[in-house]
């Protein structure tokens, strides 16, 4: 029932919050007060009801190092999606065409943020955490991973494709961001990053949601495979490459900080193996 409550508790804040930025889009600054409020108050209820539920501290969202850990992440977020755009750009796939909105993209900090924050506490910090529980780190962030990009198929120009390459460089990325922290304050911080950039600065289409305007005006064209098409460039080969190469490098700290969990059948033989040997 911790599953329930918690998808729920977080899920309603989401569901408010996305109406409520819905209502005022047209104004900048409303749009980044209003996606702020949501992403505290997401973070607020998430600890409260991990509390109420589970008898124990919500760490993954503890104050200390927060802000480090998300900048951090924002970072990284902002340089592999500027590596994808730069690689298209090399192509002659992508070409900046004048200056966009200012305002325009400090409106989208706080959509990104609301974004960013509620769906990594509900796909990583409840969904993968407690699933990985019971099967274990690796089948955790494929089944996660599959859920949270099958998820984008909701959106008004999403294809299977691009879906399935959501599923594969963020889903596997964020939730192995997760396991090497023990924290949400990085997956957090990355996913908002690659957002940001996706939309606030670059101006390209984000997971089939609609071509948003940042601080650049730009035009993407070309194969589909390479581009992402009207999915936008989360679809492209690049931005799968990238994250397959992050999600990588995020589970080797994993591993040698001793935070990848087995499955229970493993370990529980183990254990078996462990004791006979005694």
Do not use: C
């Not at 691009?162 to 963020?170: F, K």
């Amino acid at each position: 029932m911790r599953l329930v409550w918690q998808l729920a508790a977080v899920a309603a804040v989401s569901f408010i919050g996305g109406q409520a930025l819905v209502a005022v889009e047209e104004k900048w600054f409303l749009r980044l007060a209003v996606g702020l409020l949501t992403s505290v108050l997401a973070v607020f209820v998430y600890g409260w009801v991990v509390r109420r539920t589970e008898r124990r501290p919500s760490v993954e969202v503890a104050r200390e190092g927060a802000g480090a850990a998300v900048g951090r992440g924002a970072l990284i977020g902002v340089a592999l999606f500027g590596a994808v755009i730069t690689n298209l750009a090399s192509s002659g796939y992508y070409e900046v065409t004048g200056l966009g909105s200012v305002t325009g993209a400090i409106g989208l900090v706080g959509f990104m943020a609301a974004a960013a924050v509620t769906e990594e506490l509900l796909f990583r910090g409840v969904l993968f955490r407690i699933v990985e529980e019971y099967i274990g780190t690796a089948l955790a962030l494929i089944l996660t991973g599959l859920v949270f990009g099958l998820s984008h198929l909701l959106n008004p120009h999403a294809d299977l494709w691009g879906a399935l390459a959501v599923a594969i460089e963020a889903g596997g990325m964020l939730g192995a961001a997760y396991a090497a922290t023990r924290s949400l304050w990085l997956p957090i911080g990355l996913h908002f990053g690659w957002n940001f950039a996706e939309a606030g600065i670059f101006s390209t289409e984000v997971s089939g949601n609609g071509t948003e305007h940042g601080l650049l005006d730009s035009v993407t064209s070309g194969p589909q495979l390479i581009t992402g098409g009207r999915f936008g460039p989360e679809a492209s080969v690049y931005s799968v490459l990238f994250g397959v190469l992050t999600t990588a490098a995020f589970l080797w700290p994993a591993h040698r900080r001793g935070n990848l969990v087995p499955r229970r059948g493993r370990a529980a033989r183990s254990g078996d193996d462990a004791t006979l040997a005694q």
